[in-house]
């Protein structure tokens, strides 16, 4: 049997070599337990560059879109504009070959006006003198009855000799109806001029082969006209 030294000796002797094995084994350890550190930093290291890199690929992503979007709008808005500018632009030519279209129908009425208020003054004067053609026509050759007293003159002149006074009742035979009222007459075989072309145009010609005219219009005579 041990005695009590031996056996004191014995637990020194196996404490000691389990430390040394402890030792020993905590030597190899270590090494591999930094190792492994090591590379779980460089992993964490490389997982925190790689999330860096990762959400600035996100921002610029996010900023080329938003620039993007940004010029896609200008760009439909430079080109509504460009496009109403257009349209703009062709209205307004519309309307100012409208307007020319206008003025040039608007000369040509007025035009078509000036030559119907023409043609209707010629027809006026075409008219009168037709009127007083035919009125002088049917006058000539027919005896008339003189309304008021007239200067039988030499002339168809107030500044002619008078011939002779006729009063009115007076019956002349009418040769020829002349202009600005005077009339060629003749007169118990003496043929001179009478004013009196206003009886005949304005009252109708007064004629009959003998007595006095039934026409109640008064007329002047050609000193009072004078």
């Known amino acids: 049997m041990k005695t009590d030294l031996e056996k004191s000796q014995d637990n020194v002797w196996e404490r000691s070599g389990s430390f040394v094995r402890d030792q020993g084994a905590e030597e190899v350890i270590t090494p591999r337990r930094r190792e492994s550190d090591a590379q779980k930093r460089r992993t964490d290291r490389s997982r925190a560059t790689a999330a860096k890199n990762k959400q ?6 996010l900023i080329i879109g938003a620039v993007s979007i940004l010029l896609v709008v200008i760009l439909i ?6 496009w109403q500018r257009r349209v703009d632009k062709k209205e307004i030519n519309r309307l100012n070959q409208s307007n020319a279209d206008l003025q040039t129908q608007i000369q040509d009425l007025q035009k078509s006006n000036s030559d119907l208020q023409a043609t209707i003054a010629s027809l006026k004067t075409q008219q009168t003198t037709t009127s007083a053609s035919a009125a002088d026509s049917s006058a000539n050759g027919t005896t008339h009855v003189l309304q008021t007293g007239y200067n039988f003159r030499a002339e168809a002149s107030t500044d002619s000799e008078i011939v002779m006074e006729l009063e009115e009742g007076t019956s002349v035979k009418i040769i020829k109806v002349m202009t600005d009222g005077w009339v060629q007459a003749e007169y118990e075989g003496e043929t001179g001029y009478l004013k009196c072309g206003d009886e005949l145009t304005t009252s109708g010609t007064n004629s009959t082969t003998s007595g006095k005219s039934t026409s109640t219009k008064e007329a002047s005579g050609d000193d009072e006209e004078a």
């Open 77 to 82: 808005f430079s080109a509504g504009k460009s």
């Open 56 to 61: 600035d690929r996100d921002r610029k992503i």
